[in-house]
């Protein structure tokens, strides 16, 4: 590889965000005066990514990428203030025993899986959905995943990258929250009850709330996700998660914090990201911290004492 090629490789896999949030704006323009969306749009995602997680290019760039800035680590979970004792500190233990599929022995899930992933993609049974969809959101993470969070279905920006949780509550909660447990994207895996964008009335924007309806016809992939993925603990995240993937309508007050059985899974609900972040207290925080730390615990993951303390009060 010339100077020339290994700059240009350089500026692709450092640049990736920074392109992203330069393209979701046009994108969203598109889709607007369009009321059609791009349809090249996962494809093109897609290559970018492979060429973001090749491992020899990052090995190739990593001498010359130094004077290039790269996105910033992942940050705690955001607080209004900054005592000590409140933050996550982010990862840097390499002890931890890694969840990557690259560790993992394959048992035959992993044709399975690629199956499944090509018949989500193309799945049509819901008309409205398909013909308002940008693309499906199949879901990411490790194919080993020993931990798994349920969302409830994508949102704009989802829909339009093709990935669950990459909204602002997406990154800026859930992601601390995975990194505050020393897990990386790349380890859990994170899905949705509904793999479709729901629609929203011609000329709204936002996203609206699945209909129970609409979850129990796209359920069955969910399903076939965990049973083949055979998580050893399930996180549902909000309300309208539980609903969707245990049929019954429950108030987070009531359930939050408290194991639940799917199928034999240990399911542990929280709230959604988007509720934290619109309600950002220490108290909040610590009650979704909590859920996070029991998960940990079942898991049999080593917890340390900063990580015990963070979002309690300052002694
Ligand atoms: S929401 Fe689910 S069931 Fe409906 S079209 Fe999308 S993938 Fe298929």
Same mark, same amino acid.
């Given at each position: 590889?010339?100077?020339?090629?290994?700059?240009?490789? &350089?500026?692709?896999?450092?640049?990736?965000?920074?392109?992203?949030?330069?393209?979701?704006?046009?994108? #969203?323009?598109?889709?607007?005066?369009?009321?059609?969306?791009?349809?090249? +749009?996962? &494809?093109?995602?897609?290559?970018?990514?492979?060429?973001?997680? &090749?491992?020899?290019?990052?090995?190739?760039?990593?001498?010359?990428?130094?004077?290039?800035?790269?996105?910033?680590?992942?940050?705690?979970?955001?607080?209004?203030?900054?005592?000590?004792?409140?933050?996550?500190?982010?990862?840097?233990? &390499?002890?931890?025993?890694?969840?990557?599929?690259?560790?993992?022995?394959?048992?035959?899930?992993?044709?399975?899986?690629?199956?499944?992933? /090509?018949?989500?993609? +193309?799945?049509? #049974?819901?008309?409205?959905?398909?013909?308002?969809?940008?693309?499906?959101?199949? $879901?990411?993470?490790?194919?080993?995943?020993?931990?798994?969070?349920?969302?409830?279905?994508? $949102?704009?920006?989802?829909?339009?990258?093709?990935?669950?949780?990459?909204?602002?509550?997406?990154?800026?909660?859930?992601?601390?929250?995975?990194?505050?447990?020393?897990?990386?994207?790349?380890?859990?895996?994170?899905?949705?009850?509904?793999?479709?964008?729901?629609?929203?009335?011609?000329?709204?924007? $936002?996203?609206?709330?699945?209909?129970?309806?609409?979850?129990?016809?796209?359920?069955? %992939?969910?399903?076939?996700?965990?049973?083949?993925?055979?998580?050893?603990?399930?996180?549902?995240?909000?309300? +309208?998660?539980?609903?969707?993937?245990?049929?019954?309508?429950?108030?987070?007050?009531?359930?939050?914090?408290? %194991?639940?059985?799917?199928?034999?899974?240990?399911?542990?609900?929280?709230?959604?990201?988007?509720?934290?972040?619109?309600?950002?207290?220490?108290?909040?925080?610590?009650?979704? %911290?909590?859920?996070?730390?029991?998960?940990?615990?079942?898991?049999?993951?080593?917890?340390?004492?900063?990580?015990?303390?963070?979002?309690?009060? /300052?002694?």
């Amino acid at each position: 590889m010339n100077n020339r090629e290994r700059d240009q490789v &350089t500026v692709r896999e450092v640049g990736f965000e920074e392109a992203l949030d330069t393209v979701m704006p046009i994108l #969203r323009d598109i889709k607007k005066s369009l009321r059609r969306a791009p349809k090249a +749009t996962r &494809t093109s995602l897609e290559q970018l990514t492979s060429v973001k997680a &090749t491992p020899k290019v990052t090995a190739e760039i990593t001498p010359i990428s130094s004077s290039v800035k790269k996105p910033a680590a992942p940050a705690p979970i955001p607080t209004r203030s900054a005592a000590p004792n409140e933050k996550p500190a982010t990862p840097t233990s &390499t002890t931890r025993a890694s969840h990557s599929s690259k560790d993992q022995v394959d048992d035959g899930r992993l044709p399975k899986l690629e199956e499944l992933k /090509k018949n989500i993609l +193309t799945c049509t #049974r819901c008309p409205n959905l398909v013909s308002s969809r940008t693309q499906v959101v199949y $879901g990411v993470g490790s194919p080993f995943a020993e931990l798994m969070f349920v969302g409830e279905a994508p $949102g704009e920006e989802e829909d339009l990258r093709g990935e669950p949780f990459v909204g602002r509550s997406g990154r800026e909660v859930l992601d601390k929250m995975i990194a505050a447990m020393e897990y990386t994207r790349n380890d859990i895996f994170i899905a949705n009850v509904l793999k479709c964008r729901p629609d929203m009335p011609e000329g709204e924007s $936002g996203n609206r709330k699945p209909k129970p309806a609409e979850m129990a016809t796209c359920l069955p %992939w969910l399903r076939e996700q965990i049973a083949l993925i055979k998580p050893k603990v399930l996180v549902t995240l909000g309300a +309208t998660a539980i609903e969707g993937l245990l049929g019954e309508s429950v108030t987070m007050r009531d359930v939050r914090g408290k %194991w639940l059985d799917y199928n034999g899974v240990p399911l542990m609900p929280t709230y959604h990201p988007a509720y934290i972040l619109r309600n950002q207290t220490m108290a909040e925080k610590r009650k979704v %911290w909590e859920d996070m730390l029991l998960v940990m615990e079942k898991l049999g993951r080593p917890i340390s004492a900063k990580q015990r303390s963070y979002f309690l009060p /300052k002694a």
